[in-house]
């Protein structure tokens, strides 16, 4: 089973997988650059999957059908998380690596898509979750299983000024984690829908503690 993806190859022998999860309407080059300035010294493999729905406006690829921000369409929000689940258990089995050793990130879209591959009942925990400008989802027939995940590191970037998906559900996601007894950091900034520069240093220490231990 695939998706269309990149790969980015560490310069040796992995010491872990970096995953990230683009928005809605961009694909899977989107966040690919973004790879080195996170992993700079490509300890890891990245990986950026491209979402399978491409016939919805403004076009583009989608992950799910947005009847209403929080609450993705049930029917194309299943199809795409069993989709990416599949895709990325066989591409980390097919690379030795297991998901302890693997940090989930996207943006938007993206990063919804990753607290329900990284969350979902069911599902193993990954090393981490990065997520920026997203939410929780809120759908029938998926729900987060916390209890499983206790001291799970989380970093979350929300901005105040996001128009897309306002900063309550950075803050609502923040407040469920920290609740559940995950070892959340969050940042607010006044940023917009976009990934604020002046965190990506943050983000790239991030990555390294929670996949490589440094």
């Known amino acids: 089973m ?3 993806h990149l790969v980015r190859e560490p310069a040796g022998e992995p010491a872990g997988a970096l995953i990230l999860n683009h928005g809605r309407g961009t694909d899977e080059r989107d966040l690919y650059d973004l790879i080195d300035v996170l992993d ?6 990245g990986i950026t999957p491209a979402a399978p729905l491409t016939n ?4 583009g690829r989608h992950w799910y059908v947005v009847p209403r921000v929080g609450y993705p369409d ?3 929000f ?3 998380y069993r989709l990416l689940s599949e895709f990325l258990d066989e591409t980390l089995a097919a690379r030795g690596l297991s998901w302890d050793r693997a940090l989930l990130g996207g943006f938007s879209m993206g990063a919804v898509m990753s607290y329900a591959v990284g969350l979902g009942e069911g599902r193993p925990s990954p090393a981490g979750i990065l997520a920026m400008s997203g939410f929780i989802p809120t759908v029938e027939g998926w729900s987060a299983d916390l209890d499983g995940r206790r001291v799970l590191p989380v970093m979350i970037h929300h901005g105040t000024q996001d128009p897309i998906i306002e900063v309550g559900f950075g803050r609502a996601a923040n407040e469920t984690l920290t609740r559940g007894g995950l070892d959340v950091t969050y940042y607010e900034t006044d940023a917009g829908h976009w990934v604020p520069p002046e965190l990506l240093d943050e983000f790239a220490r ?4 929670v996949v490589t231990g440094e």
Request: glycine residues 4%.
């Open 206 to 209: 991030f990555v390294s503690r």
């Open 2 to 4: 695939t998706l269309d």
């Open 78 to 80: 299943h199809a795409s």
């Open 74 to 76: 049930s029917e194309t």
């Open 56 to 59: 919805i406006p403004p076009g």
């Open 40 to 45: 700079p010294e490509r300890r890891l493999v």
